[in-house]
């Protein structure tokens, strides 16, 4: 994670966010970034109407145990020697640490910033004797991410611009036009729908009572009823067969 950015004649650029920056860490509102190492990031924010700076370790570097106790050696003598420079920091294990400095400009907050970073990679270490051979880098610099962050809450917007607040305004009032227009539609379907017509046959109402039946009873007339079958008795004794 090399710098990209120098000190020119108008002072520090300010570049945009990359896709992995923090948006605001803790009550630190970040809004770009200053510059970028091995060791970590320099970011450019506000802290209610106060600029700051905000120095937060890099991937590799947060995950190495002697170059987070060196941030922290550094935090702790500037936190000695200028105690009202930090604003505001967080060394919570399961993050990346990050401090936040007062900053009159971004000239002098980047300087204040680097000189966090400096020990971390031990560039603040004058050489001895002649340097010669490849220059000296950290086992981590080929994890160049942003160090671990989090935000919770999640940010609402803080301050809509001029321009945010027309834009916010306008597409209320189109989904109020759309809303009442849809409803005016509807009643004006309802309202020239045509009316059922009545069909033949009786006009409906309560089913009428049943009538009783006028009818008699009915009554049957006796007849004959049949018999045994087989031939008639003639009353005399039938002799047996020898």
Do not use: C
Request: net charge negative.
């Amino acid at each position: 994670m090399h710098s990209h950015h120098g000190v020119g004649q108008h002072g520090v650029r300010v570049s945009a966010l990359t896709r992995r920056d923090p948006p605001a860490l803790g009550a630190v509102t970040i809004s770009g970034r200053l510059e970028s190492n091995d060791a970590g990031v320099v970011y450019a924010g506000e802290h209610g109407e106060q600029a700051v700076v905000v120095v937060l370790l890099g991937e590799g570097a947060e995950a190495d145990s002697y170059g987070r106790k060196r941030f922290h050696d550094a935090l702790n003598e500037l936190l000695d020697r200028d105690p009202d420079q930090v604003v505001l920091f967080d060394d919570d294990v399961d993050i990346a640490p990050w401090v936040a400095l007062r900053a009159d400009n971004w000239d002098e907050g980047l300087t204040a910033g680097n000189a966090l970073l400096a020990p971390v990679t031990l560039t603040h270490v004058e050489h001895v004797g002649t340097a010669t051979g490849p220059d000296f880098r950290p086992h981590w610099f080929r994890r160049d991410g942003t160090g671990r962050w989090r935000l919770w809450p999640l940010p609402w917007p803080r301050s809509l611009t001029q321009s945010g607040w027309w834009t916010f305004a306008a597409a209320f009032a189109l989904i109020v036009a759309i809303a009442a227009l849809a409803l005016w539609i509807a009643i004006k379907i309802f309202e020239n729908s045509p009316t059922p017509q009545q069909g033949p046959g009786p006009a409906p109402g309560p089913n009428p009572p049943p009538q009783p039946s006028t009818s008699g009873p009915t009554t049957t007339t006796p007849g004959p009823r049949p018999g045994p079958t087989g031939p008639p008795a003639t009353g005399q004794p039938i002799p047996p067969i020898v």
